[in-house]
């Protein structure tokens, strides 16, 4: 898992010291708040000195899944943005720069003053970019970290969602990060090498309880314990062989 998180270049602010709200983060997008010293950030940053600087949007130029995970979660909140943008892997910017990938938008937040764009929390972490303080589905303002982003997966109706799909954009919980993505893996329930499906099985349960460190190392977060217990689970009451036998077990014998 990781988070997408909105990064700025305004002169004198630093990482996790502005703080926005769902609707003035949209309508930072959609270009309706044009100055970093617009009434409605300064009602949200009590004692923070904003600048009269205007405001330029940086956007994903390519479509992504970054994009897809920001506008989802933009689109979530805010009418306005769903109704005149929408959510997708490319979308019509109504305003702004555009820059090819993470590294492109980054490029053009660190050389504009008063930039606002959008990368990955990972990119953001490895280039030492200033990010904003979101406020989330309870109200609380959060920074983008290990602990917010893994709440955003633990609030998460994980159970009651056909094949594990959940979106795990503004979810709920007061330490959840609000815009936060997990990957998905497709596997047939019916595997016809018994073998391969146990192998892979093997690798994923590997991937789960031994890989937390060095998802870290790259900046991502690893799935909660009891999230990976269920999806377990499913792998043992749903996936088969060509001759209909479990490929696991929760005790792990089928992989002796």
């Known amino acids: 898992m990781g ?35 617009d009434p409605r950030l300064v009602q949200s940053n009590p004692g923070l000195k904003l600048p ?31 109704k005149a943008v929408g959510s997708d892997k490319s979308v019509a910017w109504p305003t702004g720069v555009g820059g090819k990938g993470n590294q492109g938008v980054a490029s053009y937040v660190q050389r504009i003053n008063g930039a606002l764009g959008y990368v990955e929390s990972a990119y953001a972490i490895q280039n030492h970019m200033a990010h904003a303080k979101l406020k989330n589905h309870d109200g609380v303002f959060v920074d983008p970290t290990d602990d917010s982003v893994q709440a955003a997966a633990k609030g998460a109706d994980w159970a009651h969602a056909p094949g594990f799909y959940v ?9 959840a990060w609000p815009i936060t993505g997990a990957s998905f893996v497709l596997v047939h329930r019916q595997q016809k090498d018994g073998d391969t499906g146990r192998a892979v099985l093997r690798f994923f349960d590997w991937g789960y309880r031994k890989g937390g460190a060095a998802a870290k190392e790259l900046g991502y977060i690893p799935m909660p ?25 929760s005790d792990k014998t089928a992989l002796k």
């Open 52 to 82: 009269d600087t205007a405001v330029t949007v940086v956007h994903r130029s390519d479509g992504s899944g970054t994009t897809w995970i920001f506008t989802n979660y933009l689109a979530k909140v805010s009418p306005d943005w769903s």
């Open 167 to 175: 979106v795990l954009t503004d979810q709920p919980g007061a330490g």
């Open 3 to 37: 988070g997408v998180v909105p990064v700025i270049n305004v002169a004198g602010i630093k990482a996790g010291e502005l703080k926005l709200t769902p609707d003035v983060l949209a309508d930072m997008f959609m270009g309706k708040v044009k100055k970093w010293n």
């Open 225 to 249: 314990t009891g999230v990976v217990d269920l999806v377990e689970k499913t792998w043992e009451r749903d996936l088969k062989d060509a001759a209909g036998q479990k490929l696991w077990l």
